[in-house]
Each structure stands twice: as structure tokens, then as C-alpha cells.
């Protein structure tokens, strides 16, 4: 089973609570006193003027390739709050694509309201998406099998892919006490990333929205993952393009395969 690798380069499988975010960002989501006033917040590349909706270099927009689709799965994304600030965060390709997509700001001691009802809702069956590389939680290990289970009691499946680098996963997983009960499914593949943003520890280190195509994938939602396969390597190549101030002139066989769908 390969190591899985969501939001930076050194996390495993692992994401835009759209409007509260603002809220926690101005607000301690524990006590609700304002936050101290803090610098503006300045990364590599925030001078580059980007697209309002795709967030990618007006150089090389990604939104003429913006498709969706349906899945039987949904993927819940709970995200580190700094997955907020990166623009090359993959997780918000899997809500572009999957409209059905649910995305969580994640706070130790402040777990999201919504969240925890939907945890609760027996529409859904959640998979916690995590390594099974520790003994203390080894009963709750499940494989896909059990997605399939899911579906046959009439479920709907849910993939919680936690968002961050492997730290700040690891620390989600152990610091979320409304996700100990859940089934914990690893995701056992043999692909490769082709994720050219953020260096991984190793080549078998998945981004988020790889995760999502291989678990949409194995899970039988074959369409889905092929157009979320397309429209991640349309944003990889745009977003790599315009690193070096360089635009596409023709659309590569990802980008014309999304045209083709819209």
C-alpha cells in the first residue's frame, strides 16, 4: 500500500467551509473574541494577479475547463486552516467537479456544527481516508469492499479525506474525537503522482484530488474520476505554465477532453 499524500507535500491521503471561513479567520472559533490584528498575509507569487473563480494566474485561467459531474460516492474535505491560503491546494478541483462536495475548516476545539450533523445523518456511511499504519485503531480498518456494502444497505458513501500536510493529518485524525468511531479506509494504489506543484517525500505521495480520483475510481464512479483526472492535470499545467510566465497556446489532450464534456 503506497503512502498517501493530501494538501502539501508531505502529507498523507487527506480540505472551504465557503463562507465561514472569514468568520474563524476574524474570530477565535473557541472563546468567539476578535482575533488580534494580523499582517496581511503575503506568500510567493501573491502579486500575481489570478482569476476570481478558478484562483489560477489570469495567464492560464483553468475555468473554460471547469466540468461536473455526478458520483454514487461524496467526498467531505476537512481541511488545516492554512490549505486556505494556498493556491496550490488541489483540494477545491474535487468541489469544482463534484458539486455534492462538502468542505470543512478543521479546529481542534471547535468542531464544525454542520459537520457533526451530517455525521450523524444515516443517509450517509463516511470512510475516514487514512493510513492503516498504527495498531490502535486496527479494528476499524475497512477496505473498498465495504464501500460497496455501503451501497447495497442503500448509504450513501462518503470519503473523508483530511487535508493538510502529513503532520497536520495525522494531528486532524488524532485530535478529532467525532472521527473515532468511523470505519478507516486506506487507499491501496499503484499510481504515481503527477502533481508538479509541491515536491513530495515520494513519487507514491498522492495530492488530495488524486486521492479522490483513485478512491471515486475503484468505488465505481469510473466517469467522475476520469473527468476530476482531467481537470487536475489541466490545472497542473496551467499552473506550472504560468510559474514561468508562460502561456498555453494549445489546449493539451486534458484540456480538449473537458471541452468536449461541457
Known amino acids: 500500500m503506497h503512502v498517501l499524500e493530501c494538501g502539501s507535500a508531505s502529507s498523507p491521503?487527506?480540505?472551504?467551509q465557503h463562507d465561514t471561513f472569514s468568520e474563524h479567520s476574524e474570530r477565535d472559533p473557541a472563546t468567539g473574541h476578535p482575533r488580534p490584528p494580523r499582517r496581511e498575509f503575503k506568500a510567493r507569487g501573491s502579486f500575481v494577479e489570478r482569476c476570481p473563480g478558478c484562483n489560477l494566474p489570469v495567464l492560464n485561467c483553468l475555468c473554460p475547463y471547469r466540468v461536473t459531474a455526478?458520483?454514487?460516492?461524496?467526498v467531505w474535505l476537512l481541511s488545516h486552516p492554512l490549505e486556505h491560503h494556498k493556491p496550490t491546494n488541489t483540494g477545491r478541483l474535487i468541489a469544482d467537479v463534484l458539486p455534492?462536495?462538502?468542505?470543512?475548516?478543521?479546529?481542534?476545539?471547535?468542531?464544525?456544527?454542520?459537520?457533526?450533523?451530517?455525521?450523524?445523518?444515516?443517509?450517509?456511511?463516511?470512510?475516514?481516508?487514512f493510513p492503516d499504519d498504527q495498531p490502535d485503531y486496527a479494528d476499524r480498518v475497512v477496505g473498498i469492499a465495504a464501500v460497496e456494502d455501503a451501497k447495497e444497505?442503500?448509504?450513501?458513501?462518503?470519503?473523508?479525506?483530511?487535508?493538510?500536510?502529513?503532520?497536520?493529518?495525522?494531528?486532524?485524525?488524532r485530535k478529532?474525537?467525532?472521527?473515532?468511531?468511523?470505519?478507516?479506509?486506506?487507499l491501496a494504489t499503484e499510481r504515481l503522482t503527477r502533481y508538479r506543484l509541491r515536491k513530495p517525500a515520494s513519487s507514491a505521495h498522492l495530492c488530495t484530488a488524486e486521492v479522490a480520483i483513485e478512491?471515486?475510481?475503484?468505488?465505481?464512479?469510473?466517469?467522475?474520476?476520469?473527468?476530476?483526472?482531467?481537470?487536475?492535470d489541466a490545472?497542473?499545467?496551467?499552473?506550472?505554465?504560468?510559474?514561468?510566465?508562460?502561456?498555453?497556446?494549445?489546449?493539451?489532450?486534458?484540456?480538449?477532453?473537458?471541452?468536449?464534456?461541457?
Open 70 to 74: 455526478e458520483s454514487q460516492a461524496r
Open 235 to 262: 490545472f497542473n499545467d496551467s499552473y506550472a505554465a504560468s510559474r514561468t510566465y508562460h502561456k498555453l497556446e494549445q489546449p493539451t489532450a486534458a484540456m480538449r477532453r473537458l471541452l468536449a464534456q461541457r
Open 13 to 16: 491521503a487527506l480540505v472551504m
Open 176 to 186: 478529532s474525537p467525532y472521527l473515532d468511531g468511523l470505519p478507516v479506509l486506506p
Open 153 to 173: 444497505q442503500r448509504r450513501i458513501p462518503v470519503f473523508i479525506i483530511l487535508d493538510g500536510t502529513w503532520r497536520q493529518a495525522r494531528r486532524i485524525f
Open 215 to 232: 478512491l471515486l475510481r475503484q468505488s465505481g464512479d469510473a466517469t467522475a474520476a476520469e473527468i476530476l483526472d482531467d481537470y487536475f
Open 100 to 129: 455534492t462536495t462538502e468542505v470543512f475548516t478543521w479546529y481542534r476545539t471547535a468542531p464544525d456544527d454542520r459537520l457533526l450533523a451530517l455525521l450523524e445523518d444515516e443517509r450517509y456511511a463516511p470512510f475516514v481516508i
